[in-house]
């Protein structure tokens, strides 16, 4: 774990849209006595949490290529200058539907 997580810490907040990254760190955290208080949320709202400095870590997902302009609301809260972004995964997301449905693919303008 990182040096400045393991100092006096009496509690990480941790304000993140649920995924097995995140879990994967509560986990951690947890196996190594760190209190954590996680609240899931929905990308933006942790990000502004972080801003407002309700947490210490703020997990969001973000899209790779032209969906990432979507992201817009949140890099108003990023100031370069207080935080810290640090990559952790990348993900491939898809759908489930029934067989039969005549549906193959997706043709999207990505």
Same mark, same amino acid.
């Given at each position: ?11 990480? +907040?941790?304000? %993140?849209?649920?995924?097995? @990254?995140? /879990?994967?760190?509560?986990?951690? &955290?947890?196996?190594?006595?760190? !209190?954590?208080?996680?609240?899931? +949320?929905?990308? %933006?709202?942790?990000?502004? @949490?972080? /801003?407002?400095?309700?947490?210490? &870590?703020?997990?969001?997902?973000? !899209? ?7 992201? %817009? ?11 810290? &972004? ?25």
């Amino acid at each position: 774990m990182n040096r400045r997580l393991s100092g006096a810490v009496t509690q990480l +907040r941790i304000h %993140a849209s649920p995924g097995y @990254a995140v /879990a994967t760190l509560v986990r951690t &955290l947890g196996e190594q006595r760190v !209190p954590v208080d996680i609240k899931y +949320r929905e990308s %933006a709202e942790a990000v502004s @949490a972080l /801003a407002r400095g309700e947490s210490e &870590l703020a997990g969001f997902h973000l !899209p790779i290529g032209p969906f990432r302009s979507t992201c %817009a609301e949140i890099r108003p809260h990023f100031d370069p200058e207080k935080h810290q &972004l640090i990559h952790l995964t990348r993900r491939t997301q898809g759908l489930f539907l029934p067989k039969g449905k005549g549906i193959e693919g997706l043709d999207c303008a990505i």
